[in-house]
Nanobody, 121 residues
């Protein structure tokens, strides 16, 4: 079993910054892609940013040039630096990790519990 623990959410004014962190622990051989998704009431969860084990990144168009995703493989951690925040960035943000439990195993996706980000004046 794997646990993902997120931190760093909160209330920020438009134009401000927040940094989200997510640490994975448990039965982990390796982690392929790690990423961040977000969800608002009545809408589907959407990809915000992801990073693979080779540090290749992918961003939603709505956050390009404002958000930056990074990871620390030694600590099984992924961070999301969010700058120039807008009210439309308000959502619950979820960390995701595609974990391998052994050298020959397929990956299995795990999710964090979610952290609220509210952008409001």
């Amino acid at each position: 079993q794997v646990q993902l623990v997120e931190s760093g959410g909160g209330l920020v004014q438009p134009g401000g910054s927040l940094r989200l962190s997510c640490a994975a622990s448990g039965s982990i051989f390796s982690i392929d892609t790690m990423g961040w998704y977000r969800q608002t009431p009545g809408k589907e969860r959407e990809l915000v940013a992801q990073i693979n084990s080779g540090d290749r990144t992918n961003y939603a168009d709505s956050v390009k040039d404002r958000f930056s995703v990074s990871r620390d493989n030694a600590k099984n951690r992924v961070d999301l630096q969010m700058n120039s925040l807008k009210p439309e960035d308000t959502a619950v943000y979820y960390c995701s990790a595609n974990v391998r439990h052994g050298i020959w195993s397929n990956t299995r996706r795990y999710w964090g519990q979610g952290t609220q980000v509210t952008v409001s004046s």
